[in-house]
Each structure stands twice: as structure tokens, then as C-alpha cells.
């Protein structure tokens, strides 16, 4: 089939002018001067008050490629940046590209033995790391290619008062790594580039390697996945569309992790070159989450489900004002729509213009495939495509397209498609195929379908699909309809095996604040989901808990409470 013959059901959405995605052949650090040379003035990120203009900013990401080539990183190696969102991340990622190396990003709640794992794995050579790690680093360290290690503290970049006051209060009790030549901390790391007068900037393409993130590993065997300079600047490229209400000068809350896809890309690369400030957090406080949105008051509102959540539980946020928001942004986990209509709700009555607008993306895809904007934010939805990017339905077992409405696996072309797994060409092979239309697509595992619109609906993974005699249950489904109860406030459907069914299903419930676990409220949960499902899908058990255990990017681990039944 002529791909440019071929029409597709999301197009009314656009312009045709909107289909013209350029990317230039350049690294993602090149890029991003010529996309800010004009910014110079404006602040680029914002860290507890303190403003780095796009002026400084520069400043400090040349200090710090010349201090990464006087530590004799060369083109092509792996620098390791294991931190909490600070403006260090930030200036070393992009130093990183500039000098033609590769920036690998690790979570730093990480064990000890996945750092590890990282670091070998990638062959890294520098780490960039959050100077509360020394007690793992020291133990690992010596299994691996690293010769040098920055600590960093999130001090660091804070106004002088607030750097004091973390020092007394937080820095002092932390193990300290031990004067050596191993070891070395960010001040000091940082001030190597005054001393070094040779070239720094190295010019690569478009389809080299610039990053290495890993997956969760919540659905089956952690992968690293390769990102090149083209997935970061083809994002840009069709944020320009998508997020069109952003003008130079707004700002963003940048609170989702940058080791993560969605913070790395959504909260920091695609502002800094849209010259949208970032304000980056370190960690998330839901007590003085309100203090954060009074003082900064941001244009973009990013987050995951669990933020979203923590902000209708906090009480102080009764006199916070969402008037200036133009996009709220929730991505890493569907929510359901009960809960949805609820957060509307609440930005409504708090003087927001904006409702929520859902995405779907993952890693390979470097961030959102599909977004609940230019009209297609339908409840329920992740949207439509972004602009440039394809969707297709696919059956799982045939290959053939589903029409619209019709569930099949979720699959992906796009200018941001990742490269490839790192050391691992059969899951690469598996997961990037070719299709009849001439286009590589990633098949996602996931489960959803297209509207009569284009307009995506995401259903679940395909590998939560619980088979019970023969049938298929959907959990999320199955969640969903659950938290409908007027009683309930989450749940998480496991299969575990039946000697007659091949698997049976149970509901783990956790009741809403205030509501105890009587005979009452049992019943009326069973006899609601008896109304609401066909029998087959109907819990054979309901557990109640106080919470649920969640990995450490905040998805409910549903694994572990499989693991948690199979051991009774």
C-alpha cells in the first residue's frame, strides 16, 4: 500500500500543514541551542526559587563537558546518571550529548545489585551520582568498567540559605565516601572545566545513540532500551503541534523523575527547547504540594495517576488557583473514569479552564505515542496519535487489522521508535517488526482499540489476560468496574491456578477512608459486580487490604500479590 495514499481515521484532528515533521540530522544537544538561542534572558529551570537563566544554563553544561573530556571521556562512551530531578541532571545530560557520549539514566531508589547490573550491563566509564548512594556505590563499584565517581547533592544548585539548612539537617547524617582518587564531588568535578582549553563539541547524526533507560520490568525481564538524538528531537518537533497553546515564558512542574521517559522527555527536554521553564522538584511532598502550586504557579501540570490522587487528599489545596493551567498531563498508568470525572471536578472548582488530558506511550516509544489533545480528549481515552505517529490494532495471533472498536494489540510507528534493545537483538526483532505497509512497528504488549474517530482506548497488557475455562478476563475491566462500587477506592484482579478452570480470578479491594470491613459493605461490593459482569469474570474471592504493594515507578505490583496467594 502507498503510504502517502493511505488515510487514516485521526487526520481530522490536524492541518495537513501538521503532517510536516522535519528532523534535522544533528544531535539532540545541537538542536537545543538553535531551538533556545533566542531565550538567552529566560529562565530555563526554576529550583526552590532559584532561577538558571538559558544564558547560565549554557554556561554550566560547557563547564561540565570540558570537566567529562578532562576526565578523559571520549565519543561513543556511557556515562552513568543516577540522580533525583536537580539541575545537575539536567546540565549533564545534555554535556553528555555534547561530547558525543551517551547518558545512561538510573532510577536512584534502585538495589544495590541492579545498579550493578547498570552499570555492566552498559559498560559505563563516569557515574553522575546522588551522593546518598555511597553506601551501595562503595560495595559494587569495583565490579565494574567505572573509574570515577561524582556525588552529587541535591544542595548543590539551592539558594544559599536552603543549602545550609540541608547540610545541618539532612547532609550530616549521611555516610561520606572517604578521601581518594576514586571518588570525587560536584563542586569540585565542576571546576576540572576551567582548566581544560581543548574542544569539546562533537558532531554526530541523528541515528546515533544518545541514551540508554530501562524498563520497569513489572510485565516480565527488565530491558535497556537504546533512545537516539532523532526520538528527542522528532518529540519536539511534534510537541510544536500538540502542545500548541505553550508560547517561550511558561512554565512547567517538573516532578516526574528524569531516569523516567515521560520526566526526562515531557518535563525537561521538550520545554527546555520550547523555552518553558522548568521547575523541578526533587521528590514529591503532598504536604506542601499546595505551597509549590501557589508560589510557582505552573502552565503545565504533569503526573501520574498516584499525584493525582495525592492532590484530591490534600486539604490544603482549597485555595490553590488552577486559572493560568493550559494542559494537565497524566501519563505511566490509566486512570479510570470515575476517578477522572473526579479530578475534573476538582480543577474545575479550583478555576482550571483544562480538564485532565490522558496519554499513552512507553520507553521504546520515547514517551507519548497519543494525547488527549487537539479535541480527542474523549473520557476514558488516551487520546489520538500525536502528529506523525501511526496506530494500528492488530490481532495478536493473525496479524490482521481490527476495525474500529475491536480489541487487538497496540502497535506503533513513529519518527521517536527507540533503536533497538541494548544486547539483546532477539526481543529487538520480536518487538520492532515490519508491516505489510512498508513501516517498522513496535508491538507493545498492550491491549486497546481505536474509535470510529481514532481516538485511542487502552484496555490492559496482554500478558494480565487471566484464561478460565477457555475464557478471557480482562482485569482492568474487571478493576474498573469495581471502583465504580460506592465503597471501594482501588482494586487489583490476580489469576492464580485452578486444577479444573486453568486459572481462577480473585480481587484484592482496598475500602475507601472511613468505610469498615463489614458484612454490609461485602455484599454490596459482590452483588454489584454481579450485576455489572458476566459470571465468568467474577472475582471467586475478595481479599481486603490497607494498601497495595507498588513498584518503584508507582504501578501496583501485581505480581507480588499473585506471589503473595500462591504462597498460601
Avoid at 565519543?75 to 533525583?84: A, H, L, N, R, S
Amino acid at each position: 500500500m502507498n503510504k502517502k495514499e493511505e488515510k487514516f481515521l485521526w487526520e481530522h484532528f490536524y492541518k495537513k500543514s501538521d503532517f510536516n515533521i522535519n528532523v534535522p540530522d544533528m544531535s539532540l544537544y545541537e538542536y537545543m541551542t538553535i531551538e533556545t538561542n533566542k531565550f538567552n534572558d529566560l529562565a530555563a529551570i526554576t529550583y526552590f526559587g532559584k532561577k538558571i537563566s538559558y544564558k547560565v544554563f549554557l554556561e554550566y553544561i560547557d563547564r561540565c563537558a570540558k570537566s567529562l573530556k578532562s576526565l578523559g571521556i571520549r565519543e561513543g562512551d556511557v556515562v552513568t546518571i543516577c540522580m533525583p530531578n536537580t539541575p545537575e541532571v539536567a546540565i549533564t545530560f545534555f554535556a553528555i550529548n555534547k561530547i558525543g557520549a551517551i547518558a545512561n539514566m538510573i532510577h536512584p531508589l534502585s538495589a544495590e545489585e541492579e545498579i550493578k547490573d547498570y552499570l555492566i550491563k552498559t559498560k559505563s566509564v563516569l557515574m553522575i551520582c546522588f551522593n546518598r548512594l555511597y553506601s551501595k556505590v562503595k560495595n559494587i563499584i569495583k565490579d565494574t568498567s567505572v573509574y570515577k565517581v561524582v556525588f552529587a547533592s541535591p544542595s548543590d544548585s539551592m539558594p544559599v540559605f536552603l543549602n545550609g539548612l540541608y547540610k545541618i539537617t539532612i547532609s550530616r547524617k549521611e555516610e561520606k565516601p572517604s578521601n581518594n582518587s576514586f571518588y570525587m564531588f560536584w563542586k569540585e568535578f565542576l571546576h576540572l572545566g576551567d582548566y581544560y582549553n581543548g574542544n569539546v563539541f562533537v558532531k554526530r547524526s541523528m541515528n546515533d545513540d544518545a541514551v540508554i533507560l530501562h524498563s520497569g520490568g513489572t510485565t516480565g525481564i527488565p530491558k535497556s532500551i537504546v533512545l537516539s538524538n532523532k526520538c528527542f528531537m522528532g518529540m519536539n518537533e511534534q510537541a510544536k503541534v500538540n502542545f500548541y497553546k505553550l508560547v517561550s515564558g511558561d512554565s512547567v512542574l517538573s516532578i516526574l523523575p528524569m531516569f523516567h521517559c515521560f520526566g526526562l522527555v515531557v518535563c525537561m527536554y521538550v520545554p527546555i527547547c520550547l523555552g518553558v521553564t522548568c521547575i523541578l522538584l526533587p521528590e514529591f511532598n503532598n504536604k506542601t504540594f499546595d505551597k509549590v502550586l501557589k508560589k510557582n504557579k505552573p502552565v503545565v501540570l504533569t503526573g501520574v495517576p498516584t499525584l493525582y490522587d495525592a492532590m484530591l487528599k490534600n486539604k490544603n489545596m482549597d485555595t490553590v488557583d488552577f486559572s493560568q493551567v493550559k494542559y494537565v498531563i497524566s501519563g505511566g498508568d490509566s486512570i479510570p473514569e470515575k476517578k477522572n470525572i473526579e479530578i475534573n471536578e476538582f480543577l474545575t472548582s479550583h478555576g482550571s479552564p483544562e480538564v485532565l488530558q490522558q496519554g499513552y506511550g512507553m520507553t521504546e516509544t520515547t514517551g507519548p505515542v497519543t494525547f488527549g489533545s487537539m479535541g480527542s480528549n474523549k473520557l476514558g481515552s488516551v487520546g489520538c496519535p500525536m502528529v506523525g505517529n501511526v496506530v494500528r490494532i492488530l490481532d495478536p495471533e493473525t496479524g490482521k487489522e481490527k476495525k474500529p472498536k475491536e480489541i487487538g494489540e497496540i502497535c506503533v510507528n513513529s519518527v521517536v521508535m527507540m533503536s533497538r534493545y541494548l544486547n539483546n537483538p532477539k526481543d529487538t526483532e520480536k518487538t520492532l517488526q515490519l508491516y505489510k505497509d512498508g513501516r517498522y512497528y513496535i508491538h507493545t504488549g498492550d491491549l486497546g482499540y481505536l474509535d470510529e474517530d481514532g481516538v485511542l482506548f487502552y484496555v490492559q497488557r496482554m500478558k494480565r489476560i487471566i484464561i478460565s475455562s477457555g475464557y478471557n478476563i480482562y482485569p482492568q475491566h474487571v478493576e474498573n468496574i469495581l471502583r465504580e462500587n460506592e465503597y471501594v477506592k482501588d482494586a487489583c484482579l490476580v489469576g492464580v491456578p485452578h486444577p479444573y478452570k486453568g486459572e481462577i480470578a480473585k480481587a484484592f479491594i482496598i475500602l475507601k477512608d472511613g468505610v469498615e470491613e463489614s458484612y454490609t459493605v461485602k455484599r454490596s461490593i459482590m452483588e454489584y459486580a454481579e450485576k455489572k459482569l458476566v459470571k465468568y469474570m467474577l472475582p471467586r474471592e475478595y481479599i481486603y487490604k490497607k494498601e497495595f504493594p507498588r513498584t518503584k515507578y508507582m504501578k501496583v505490583d501485581y505480581k507480588k500479590l499473585e506471589e503473595e496467594l500462591l504462597q498460601k
